[in-house]
């Protein structure tokens, strides 16, 4: 996950990397998986065409991915901006959608999102060779996932907008201000326009 740590920092993330790095790194880049792949929910949301979405009702004009596949297919540059939608379940609770936006320059996405209590970074590479993914921070803990790994992804490219869905279980989350650790499952939405 270097090419995300590299955007994140960039981002002005390092406490959140330095926090998940620390007290969660036994499964971060590990060639094993713990908890058996993506979740239920998210291999049934994409078990049907490649090309929609949950909640879109048509297909995108753009290119779309599925990291069940470990395709990504390049996004087209420009700015976005819109919400994520989060839900974290299990250990620990935690829901709430917050507005932000980003950039996709050379294919490569960095969204970010916040509120007073909650961040969210979202990173897609291209063409599959960098590894993408996201980290979460909220009041209580933090939390991150890779995209193919521990998170099953799906989103669609349009000449106007940029959405997608994902879920992950059974991830490492840290309780802020502790050195605890819990399992916690993650799913999410995010809708952007192009700006």
Do not use: H
Not at 4 to 30: E, K, Q
Request: charged share 25%; aromatic share 4%.
């Amino acid at each position: 996950m270097n090419s995300l740590t590299r955007s994140l920092i960039v981002l002005g993330a390092l406490p959140l990397l330095i926090l998940v790095g620390a007290c969660g790194g036994s499964g971060d880049d590990s060639d094993e998986d713990e908890d058996g792949g993506p979740s239920a929910e998210a291999s049934q949301a994409g078990a049907g065409d490649s090309t929609s979405s949950a909640g879109s009702g048509s297909p995108a004009s753009g290119p779309t991915t599925s990291s069940k596949s470990g395709e990504r297919k390049t996004v087209r540059d420009g700015g976005l901006t819109g919400s994520v939608r989060i839900e974290i379940s299990g250990d620990k609770k935690a829901k709430f959608e917050a507005k932000g936006g980003g950039i996709v320059v050379g294919g490569t996405v960095v969204l970010n999102f916040g509120d007073a209590e909650n961040i969210v970074i979202l990173a897609i590479g291209t063409e599959g060779d960098e590894a993408a993914g996201f980290a979460i921070t909220t009041k209580d803990l933090s939390t991150a996932g890779e995209w193919g790994q521990s998170c099953d992804f799906r989103y669609e490219d349009s000449e106007s907008a940029l959405k997608g869905e994902f879920a992950c279980k059974g991830i490492p989350a840290v309780a802020l201000g502790t050195a605890k650790t819990y399992k916690v499952s993650v799913s999410g939405s995010f809708d952007l326009e192009r700006r």
